[in-house]
């Protein structure tokens, strides 16, 4: 069992280049349907003219359902026009993009957002601090010295 555990975090580390485990299951509540920021290549939309833009140029059928309902300091605020209000749900689960099926990932916490309380997934730390702790402090460390 330990070596499992031991290989599944080597795989999530140094292949995945992960820093958490997701656990949990999606419990439907709709939060990342209504009131999101959308990260398109390396950072979040942020105007109309980009936004326009993005949807000239990619495919992706995800851009053509969602709309823009507020702008703030971080983006724009999109909302999904499949998300049915009244089930509280997505209208076409099955067939949802990827970008759906992937959420959450843990690169929201790159760009200081963080996961919705009532979301049925959660993440933990591959390594716990004390691993990390007890990994460097067999180190040779320098610590500095104040001089008197
Ligand atoms: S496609 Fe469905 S799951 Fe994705 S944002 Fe729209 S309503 Fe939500
Ligand atoms: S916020 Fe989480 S629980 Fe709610 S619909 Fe999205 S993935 Fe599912």
Do not use: W
Not at 71 to 78: A, N, R
């Amino acid at each position: 069992m330990k070596l499992i555990k031991k290989i599944k975090k080597f795989f999530y580390l140094k292949i995945l280049k992960k820093k958490y485990y997701k656990t949990g299951s999606c419990a439907l509540c709709g939060a990342c349907c209504k009131n999101i920021y959308i990260r398109h290549k390396d950072s979040v939309i942020k105007t109309t003219e980009e936004f326009e833009k993005i949807k000239l140029e990619d495919s992706d059928s995800f851009y053509k359902h969602i709309s823009i309902i507020g702008q703030d300091e971080f983006g724009l605020v999109f909302a999904c026009d499949k998300y049915d209000k009244e089930k509280k749900l997505c209208s076409d689960h099955k067939n949802r993009p990827s970008i759906c099926r992937n959420y959450p990932s843990e690169e929201i916490f790159s760009y200081g957002a963080k996961l919705n309380p009532n979301c049925g997934y959660k993440f933990e730390s591959i390594e716990k601090f004390d691993e990390i702790f007890a990994r460097i402090s067999k180190k040779p460390t320098k610590i500095f010295k104040e001089l008197n």
